[in-house]
T-cell receptor, first 112, second 110 residues
Framework: RKEVEQDPGPFNVPEGATVAFNCTYSNSASQSFFWYRQDCRKEPKLLMSVYSSGNEDGRFTAQLNRASQYISLLIRDSKLSDSATYLCVAAHRGSTLGRLYFGRGTQLTVWP | NAGVTQTPKFRILKIGQSMTLQCTQDMNHNYMYWYRQDPGMGLKLIYYSVGAGITDKGEVPNGYNVSRSTTEDFPLRLELAAPSQTSVYFC?????????FGEGSWLTVV
């Protein structure tokens, strides 16, 4: 079983829509979680960290449910510029940051 | 702001050839990494380093070697290239909870 599982999509939504991505992780040793954004043929870039209490950054909200071992990302009022692949990432407790486990990514296309 | 710089950006190799992907960072980060990303897949860790002189294997180290003689540089060596090594390679460095990626190296083995 993969460490991190994501629905690969694609998700195709109109501008202004709200879209949610879910991600599950299999190893309970996972302690830190992140969402990365990757544009086509570009490197991943950190979108936001995910905290147990949930956190919000503008139109983006991330949630963590440790009991069910899933992480979510909610995007409100989608913009054309949100079109990208969103990578769910888990890091294990006590490991170096290098031991990040990346999901396959969820592809989002926002259309006008 | 250079950040993490990888070269070359594109390369075509013949089966059995060897090459080195160069990676350098100017942020004085101790932690550096090499990942590969196959089409439609997530990133897989090849090797990582927690400081000069220290390297360790990741998930998929076979067919690769690394060295870390300085804090700045972390080259990845491919010996006897195989078609299975066709991929995009990302070098990265980290500080705290943030990883900074290079722009990627597209490698095709034919």
């Amino acid at each position: 079983r993969k460490e991190v599982e994501q629905d690969p999509g694609p998700f195709n939504v109109p501008e202004g829509a709200t879209v949610a991505f879910n991600c599950t992780y299999s190893n309970s040793a996972s302690q830190s979680f992140f969402w990365y954004r990757q544009d086509c043929r570009k490197e991943p870039k950190l979108l936001m960290s995910v905290y147990s209490s949930g956190n919000e950054d503008g139109r983006f909200t991330a949630q963590l449910n440790r009991a069910s071992q899933y992480i979510s990302l909610l995007i409100r009022d989608s913009k054309l510029s949100d079109s990208a692949t969103y990578l769910c990432v888990a890091a294990h407790r006590g490991s170096t940051l290098g031991r990040l486990y990346f999901g396959r990514g969820t592809q989002l296309t926002v259309w006008p | 702001n250079a950040g993490v710089t990888q070269t070359p950006k594109f390369r075509i190799l013949k089966i059995g050839q060897s090459m080195t992907l160069q990676c350098t960072q100017d942020m004085n980060h101790n932690y550096m990494y090499w990942y590969r990303q196959d089409p439609g897949m997530g990133l897989k860790l090849i090797y990582y380093s927690v400081g000069a002189g220290i390297t360790d294997k990741g998930e998929v180290p076979n067919g690769y070697n690394v060295s870390r003689s300085t804090t700045e540089d972390f080259p990845l060596r491919l010996e006897l290239a195989a078609p299975s090594q066709t991929s995009v390679y990302f070098c990265a460095s980290s500080y705290g909870n943030t990883i900074y990626f290079g722009e990627g190296s597209w490698l095709t083995v034919v």
